[in-house]
């Protein structure tokens, strides 16, 4: 005897009993996996008689009326039912464990209820609800009910945990990938339906995109956001989604912390210690119901990886999984793989799984309130990241290499994270340190961008996201008006065992009185970290129209000037503004305000303009005209090193008789 499994409804499979020595999945034949199966003559006639069977057996629930359906509505659920559930404890292997009713929550969220369930079981009865379950399928009288989901609050005493109904899964199994689905458009094989042309409403991601000035991006401020649209709230004692783990792999503790601030009002558990790639050959080459399923938001030399269950596993490729939202971001396109188990940690606070990937497979492509759905057979976009760190010696390692999900908030603060902990682990010594870093973004369709960032000290994670690295990634993931394809980005760090920092130690005005249109001098006092004082003239022309006043002249580091710079209008001025979202990191500036006005507009730049060209230039009834900006006239000295501190002098401007 065999099984052979058919298709009793148009979502569901069902199994047959028949005679023979192999298991066919007839779903899979459908799609010709099996094709070298069929080769011999033995199994044509045998595959003949299976089609046979199968014809009859899926026509036979459309015939009778008593037909016993595979799932179970939560109409029939009662109090005291009892079932099974599936998940991994160890591996990748689903086992069953005993689940009992205990009632019904009706309305628990709009339009849906919530099945209450106690799960007796040698190991849950000492770790009670876990993290990572948010999936495992349960069954109610031999039909699937829903998925385990959803967890009282922290201490539990009981093992209780909430079930999402399937039907709401399967609901969003059905959904339709809004059309115009760049991702996987370009990366992926089209789906059943053909896609149109995307609009900007339509856009995948557009509900997590960081609502800002075009350039101007800021990844707390995006965190904020975030948290405030789609963050897990919860009354205590209530029920709440189970939190899903973030399984990190090549992630310092530092960084660590950091990405915990940024995702876990979204709701989800960073933990260290899983999140790797194992690729186990001996890993299912396809999603199981009660199989681990993890998404990979980072995969290499450094992982993130959010582990939970797969629900439902129909024949043509797609799965439903976790029961909740991940990041409740709708259609999405991010890795996946087959999660494997290495433990269940127990714990008083929140137990939860630790796992890694076994094999990496399909795309997340829906993320809704009720479940996220994955079809195996579309890859994800990802953007590649090469790092190199030079001037450490003796360094074991200076080359990184790691993948990052093409998600709007995601990328850069995974990205960013990845970064900091690479370095902290090759260049971490207990010496001063100068470091530069220079990035390469490479977006699709308009070329590269070369940025430059440096700093004292160990780069850490606000280094690193205030850097003209992480805002650009922001800002070319967020634009407004185009999907952006970031191709790679290429990082390079150099690093110095010395701070190669001047202090500014003072500012003496050697021309108190000037006239009108000539020249003031500085001379500016720079201490070294150690030796001599160092100083430099710096000649300051001020113009005939400060004639009669006092002007305060400010000496400020390069890299703390902030050029004005023409609103955006595309992505490729976008671009071109990132590399000058400062001046130069090794020089010194003195400016100073001037009476005029400048303008920006279109891409251009103008800093100073006469008052009757300003009067003609602002328009009346349109507010979207030029930008104008109160003008600064600046003069940049180059130095040797980098600088700290500021100061402010005043000179006084004389008026000259003609």
Same mark, same amino acid.
Request: aromatic content about 6%.
């Given at each position: 005897?065999?099984?052979?499994?058919?298709?009793?409804?148009?979502?569901?499979?069902?199994?047959?009993?028949?005679?023979?020595?192999?298991?066919?999945?007839?779903?899979? %034949?459908?799609?010709?996996?099996?094709?070298?199966?069929? /080769?011999?003559?033995?199994?044509?006639?045998?595959?003949?008689?299976?089609?046979?069977?199968?014809?009859?057996?899926?026509?036979?629930?459309?015939?009778?009326?008593? +037909?016993?359906?595979?799932?179970?509505?939560?109409?029939? &659920?009662?109090?005291?039912?009892?079932?099974?559930?599936?998940?991994?404890?160890?591996?990748?292997?689903?086992?069953?464990?005993?689940?009992?009713?205990?009632?019904?929550? *009706?309305?628990?969220?709009?339009? *849906?209820?919530?099945?209450?369930?106690?799960?007796?079981?040698?190991?849950?009865? &000492?770790?009670?609800?876990?993290?990572?379950?948010?999936?495992?399928?349960?069954?109610?009288?031999?039909?699937?009910?829903?998925?385990?989901?959803?967890?009282?609050? *922290?201490?539990?005493?009981?093992?209780?945990?909430?079930?999402? @109904?399937?039907?709401?899964?399967?609901?969003?199994?059905?959904?339709?990938?809004?059309?115009?689905?760049?991702?996987?458009?370009?990366?992926?094989?089209?789906?059943?339906?053909?896609?149109?042309?995307?609009?900007?409403?339509?856009?995948?991601?557009?509900?997590?995109?960081?609502? $800002?000035? @075009?350039?101007?991006?800021?990844?707390?401020?995006?965190?904020?956001?975030?948290? #405030?649209?789609?963050?897990?709230?919860?009354?205590?004692? $209530?029920?709440?989604?189970?939190?899903?783990?973030? %399984?990190?792999?090549?992630?310092?503790?530092?960084?660590?912390?950091?990405?915990?601030?940024?995702?876990?009002?979204?709701?989800?558990?960073?933990?260290?210690?899983?999140?790797?790639?194992?690729?186990?050959?001996?890993?299912?080459?396809?999603?199981?119901?009660?199989?681990?399923?993890?998404?990979?938001?980072?995969?290499?030399?450094?992982?993130?990886?959010?582990?939970?269950?797969?629900?439902?596993?129909?024949? +043509?490729?797609?799965?439903?999984?976790?029961?909740?939202?991940?990041?409740?971001?709708?259609?999405?396109?991010?890795?996946?793989?087959?999660?494997?188990?290495?433990?269940?940690?127990?714990?008083?606070?929140?137990?939860?799984?630790?796992?890694?990937?076994?094999?990496?497979?399909?795309?997340?492509?829906?993320? /809704?309130?009720?479940?996220?759905?994955?079809?195996?057979?579309?890859? #994800?976009?990802? &953007?590649?990241?090469?790092?190199?760190?030079?001037?450490?010696?003796? #360094?074991?390692?200076?080359?990184?290499?790691?993948?990052?999900?093409?998600?709007? =908030?995601?990328?850069?603060?995974?990205?960013?994270?990845?970064?900091?902990?690479?370095?902290?682990?090759?260049?971490?010594?207990?010496?001063?340190?100068?470091?530069?870093?220079?990035?390469?973004?490479?977006?699709?369709?308009?070329?590269?961008?070369?940025?430059?960032?440096?700093?004292?000290?160990?780069?850490?994670?606000?280094?690193?996201?205030?850097?003209?690295?992480?805002?650009?990634?922001?800002?070319?993931?967020?634009?407004?008006?185009?999907?952006?394809?970031?191709?790679?980005?290429?990082?390079?760090?150099?690093?110095?065992?010395?701070?190669?920092?001047?202090?500014?130690?003072?500012?003496?005005?050697?021309?108190?009185?000037?006239?009108?249109?000539?020249? #003031?001098?500085? /001379?500016?006092?720079?201490?070294?970290?150690?030796?001599?004082?160092?100083? /430099?003239?710096?000649?300051?022309?001020?113009?005939?129209?400060?004639?009669?006043?006092?002007?305060?002249?400010? &000496?400020?580091?390069?890299?703390?000037?902030?050029?004005?710079? +023409?609103?955006?209008?595309?992505?490729?001025?976008?671009?071109?503004?990132?590399?000058?979202?400062?001046?130069?990191?090794?020089? %010194?500036?003195?400016?100073?305000?001037? @009476?005029? *006005?400048?303008?920006?507009?279109?891409?251009?730049?103008?800093?100073?303009?006469? +008052?009757?060209?300003?009067?003609?230039?602002?328009?009346?009834?349109?507010?979207?005209?030029?930008? =104008?900006?109160?003008?600064?006239?600046?003069?940049?000295?180059?130095?040797?090193?980098?600088?700290?501190?500021?100061?402010?002098?005043?000179?006084?401007?004389?008026?000259?008789?003609?």
């Amino acid at each position: 005897m065999f099984w052979l499994r058919v298709s009793a409804s148009a979502s569901l499979p069902g199994w047959l009993w028949l005679d023979g020595p192999v298991a066919l999945d007839c779903a899979k %034949m459908r799609m010709g996996r099996y094709s070298a199966f069929a /080769r011999s003559p033995s199994t044509l006639l045998a595959t003949a008689a299976v089609g046979a069977v199968l014809a009859l057996a899926a026509a036979a629930p459309l015939a009778r009326s008593d +037909a016993r359906p595979l799932t179970i509505p939560v109409a029939e &659920i009662k109090a005291g039912m009892k079932g099974y559930g599936l998940t991994v404890f160890r591996g990748t292997e689903p086992e069953r464990f005993d689940v009992e009713v205990i009632g019904i929550l *009706q309305g628990f969220r709009p339009g *849906q209820p919530l099945i209450l369930i106690k799960t007796p079981n040698p190991r849950l009865d &000492i770790v009670k609800t876990v993290r990572g379950m948010s999936g495992s399928p349960i069954y109610l009288d031999g039909r699937l009910a829903g998925a385990y989901s959803y967890s009282l609050a *922290q201490f539990e005493t009981e093992p209780v945990a909430g079930v999402t @109904p399937i039907d709401l899964m399967l609901t969003e199994m059905r959904r339709p990938i809004p059309p115009g689905f760049w991702p996987l458009e370009r990366r992926g094989p089209r789906l059943s339906h053909e896609p149109r042309a995307a609009t900007t409403a339509e856009s995948p991601g557009a509900s997590t995109r960081f609502e $800002g000035a @075009p350039g101007r991006y800021d990844i707390e401020e995006h965190a904020r956001q975030l948290a #405030a649209r789609f963050g897990a709230g919860g009354a205590a004692g $209530g029920f709440i989604p189970a939190a899903t783990p973030l %399984m990190l792999s090549g992630f310092s503790d530092k960084a660590a912390s950091t990405l915990r601030g940024l995702v876990e009002p979204l709701g989800l558990e960073p933990l260290q210690g899983g999140g790797g790639a194992s690729y186990d050959p001996k890993a299912p080459s396809h999603f199981v119901n009660g199989g681990g399923l993890g998404v990979q938001l980072t995969r290499g030399d450094a992982s993130a990886m959010a582990l939970g269950t797969a629900t439902y596993v129909d024949g +043509a490729g797609t799965i439903a999984g976790f029961g909740h939202p991940m990041l409740n971001g709708g259609a999405e396109a991010l890795p996946t793989c087959i999660g494997s188990v290495l433990w269940i940690d127990a714990s008083a606070a929140a137990s939860h799984k630790i796992g890694e990937c076994a094999r990496s497979l399909g795309t997340l492509v829906q993320d /809704r309130p009720s479940a996220i759905v994955v079809d195996e057979r579309v890859v #994800a976009p990802v &953007i590649p990241f090469e790092v190199d760190i030079s001037g450490v010696v003796g #360094a074991p390692r200076t080359h990184w290499h790691f993948e990052v999900a093409d998600d709007k =908030f995601m990328a850069s603060g995974l990205a960013l994270g990845a970064i900091e902990s690479l370095i902290e682990s090759t260049t971490s010594e207990r010496r001063e340190m100068t470091w530069r870093l220079r990035s390469q973004v490479t977006v699709g369709g308009h070329g590269r961008v070369d940025l430059e960032d440096v700093g004292l000290g160990t780069p850490d994670g606000q280094d690193l996201g205030h850097s003209k690295l992480g805002q650009t990634l922001g800002d070319v993931l967020n634009n407004p008006w185009e999907h952006p394809r970031i191709e790679k980005v290429d990082v390079r760090l150099d690093v110095t065992y010395a701070l190669e920092v001047w202090r500014l130690r003072g500012v003496e005005v050697l021309d108190a009185v000037v006239d009108a249109g000539e020249k #003031a001098r500085l /001379r500016l006092h720079l201490m070294p970290e150690y030796g001599p004082e160092i100083t /430099r003239v710096v000649e300051v022309t001020l113009p005939r129209e400060l004639a009669g006043k006092d002007v305060d002249l400010e &000496i400020i580091p390069g890299w703390e000037v902030i050029p004005e710079l +023409a609103p955006p209008e595309s992505l490729d001025e976008l671009l071109a503004n990132e590399p000058r979202q400062n001046l130069a990191p090794r020089t %010194m500036v003195v400016q100073f305000r001037v @009476p005029s *006005q400048g303008i920006a507009y279109r891409g251009h730049v103008t800093q100073r303009l006469p +008052a009757f060209t300003v009067d003609a230039l602002r328009p009346a009834n349109d507010s979207t005209g030029p930008e =104008f900006f109160s003008s600064w006239a600046r003069t940049v000295l180059p130095v040797d090193f980098l600088v700290e501190g500021r100061d402010k002098v005043k000179v006084k401007v004389r008026s000259v008789l003609r």
